[in-house]
């Protein structure tokens, strides 16, 4: 008696050795890519299979045996059939984000910032352009037309990159950081420096030596253009997506 339940127990050390054995590489546990656990779900039905041979030797009911052996098939397929419907509609979403729609959604978004920015910064480019030009704007009504039809433009892009940028996402710092980047770059590329700042290191005079006066004025101008071209752009935007004439990115 006490051999047989000896041989009992040696029998499943071996069989848990062997089974344990199949799904490892030099002794480590190979996870599931796909579920993240130690095994797959192929793998667990072959588990569970071997568990039913088991049963088997040891003198298990036909009809339980070949019932569970049914579940478990059963299961697979439909675990199967599962993720692939999840694959076809992970796919379909991605589809979805550069489909045909979604460029006519990026079009009106780019017509809306266009205009909206443009005219809202129009006056204000007239005032720097026109009434407090500088001595490096010699042709000013000309250059009046060029910078608000270079800047219709830019308000154009930045409402594209707002639109995808902002998507479902109701923060506002969100917003005002997309705004924010833009309104810094354009103000910071506008900037002319004067004949008589000395360079390496860079020296314009007062009263911050790195910027003069005359810098700072046109930081300025160029801050006001560029936070009205972009601020009533991101607005209207806005405006179009609560009214629905423009659907956000999702």
Same mark, same amino acid.
């Given at each position: ?51 039913l041979s088991e049963q088997e030797r040891f003198g298990s009911p036909p009809s339980i045996r070949i019932a569970e052996k049914s579940k478990i098939v059963k299961n ?55 009434? %407090? +030009? ?15 039809? *270079? $800047?219709? &433009?830019? @308000?154009?892009? %930045? +409402? ?15 917003? *005002? $950081?997309? &705004?924010? @980047?833009?309104v810094v770059v354009r103000t910071l590329s506008r900037v002319r420096l004067p004949t008589y700042c000395l360079s390496a290191p860079l020296s314009c005079g007062e ?44």
């Open positions: 008696m006490k051999n047989r339940s000896t041989l009992v127990v040696v029998g499943k050390i071996v069989f848990g050795i062997l089974l344990f054995s199949k799904y490892t590489v030099d002794g480590f546990v190979l996870p599931s890519s796909s579920t993240g656990n130690f095994f797959s779900k192929q793998q667990k039905c072959d588990i569970s299979l071997l568990r697979l397929e439909e675990d199967t059939v599962l993720e692939k419907d999840e694959r076809e509609s992970i796919a379909n979403k991605e589809d979805d984000k550069f489909s045909f729609g979604q460029k006519i959604e990026s079009i009106k978004t780019g017509v809306v910032g266009l205009l909206s920015g443009g005219i809202a910064a129009a006056p204000v480019i007239a005032l720097h352009d026109l009434v %407090f +030009a500088d001595q490096t704007i010699i042709n000013q009504s000309a250059q009046w037309e060029f910078d608000t039809d *270079m $800047g219709s &433009i830019e @308000a154009a892009l %930045f +409402a594209i990159v707002y639109r995808y940028c902002v998507r479902d996402d109701d923060n506002e710092m969100l917003e *005002m $950081g997309c &705004i924010g @980047a833009f009263p911050l030596g790195y910027f003069d006066w005359y810098m700072l004025q046109q930081v300025f101008w160029s801050g006001c253009e560029s936070a009205l071209l972009f601020g009533v752009s991101a607005m209207a935007i806005n405006s179009c997506f609560e009214k629905g004439f423009i659907s956000k990115f999702r």
